[in-house]
């Protein structure tokens, strides 16, 4: 980027340390009323894939937001919508009284790129700032170090042993495999008579298959 007079310019990793001290250290303690960020990854097409790394671009983003930002600032972000946009919603809804996701006019229709506009900055109360960023944090055990607010932030945890079957997928089953009869069935349900008309159904088209002719063998 060609210098710009009055304009301090910076090339780093916003995800790296280094650079937020150093972004951090520029402004030498004042606080500022906006932070503008506008950065994207380098997109591979696969949406789900762009949006999960666009996302933590903001959270890393919004790391540094928090050491610069005076309290009732302001906080504007490229992002992309997606599946996850509630969560990136509700963790920035915690900084700030007012959270809009806006798609201006000269953005294409066809792109999944909007903007997300975050009004009347606040700290939570027990907030702790820190450069290791609570967002990317990925420490899930009872061992994590963080408390309070920079806990509770983490983005949501998936429960439970993750090779085990997954309660939203259909999986063959083995021919040897014998269906357990339930402990209690229904006693009335009102799908009942559908069943019994599908039975009917079955056997009648059994009987058929067996003895296609109308007088059966003769």
Same mark, same amino acid.
């Given at each position: ?13 916003i995800?790296?340390?280094e ?15 906006l932070?503008?960020c506008d950065? @994207? ?5 696969? &949406? ?11 959270? @890393? @983003? ?18 992309f ?8 919603y ?13 798609k201006?006019k ?13 009004q009347?900055? &606040?700290? !939570? ?9 609570p ?20 983005p ?30 229904p006693t009335? !349900?009102?799908?009942? !008579? ?25």
């Amino acid at each position: 980027m060609a210098p710009i007079a009055g304009v301090t310019l910076l090339q780093g990793d916003i995800t790296n340390v280094e650079t937020a001290e150093r972004i951090i250290g520029h402004l030498k303690g004042q606080k500022s009323e906006l932070v503008v960020c506008d950065g @994207a990854p380098d997109v591979t097409g696969m &949406h789900d894939i762009d949006e999960y790394i666009q996302s933590q671009l903001i959270l @890393a @983003a919004l790391n540094i937001t928090t050491f610069v930002l005076a309290d009732g600032g302001t906080f504007v972000a490229k992002m992309f919508r997606g599946k996850d946009t509630t969560l990136l919603y509700t963790q920035l809804r915690i900084f700030f009284d007012r959270v809009t996701v806006t798609k201006p006019k000269s953005s294409r229709n066809s792109s999944m790129e909007a903007f997300i506009v975050c009004q009347s900055y &606040h700290a !939570p109360t027990g907030y702790v700032h820190c450069m290791i960023n609570p967002f990317l944090d990925h420490n899930y055990t009872d061992a994590n170090p963080l408390t309070g607010p920079n806990r509770y932030i983490v983005p949501f945890l998936a429960c439970g042993d993750l090779s085990g079957y997954d309660a939203d997928q259909t999986y063959a089953v083995g021919k040897s495999h014998e269906p357990l009869c339930p402990v209690q069935p229904p006693t009335n !349900p009102p799908y009942k !008579p559908f069943i019994e008309a599908q039975r009917t159904e079955a056997w009648s088209s059994k009987r058929q298959k067996q003895d296609p002719s109308p007088g059966g063998s003769g």
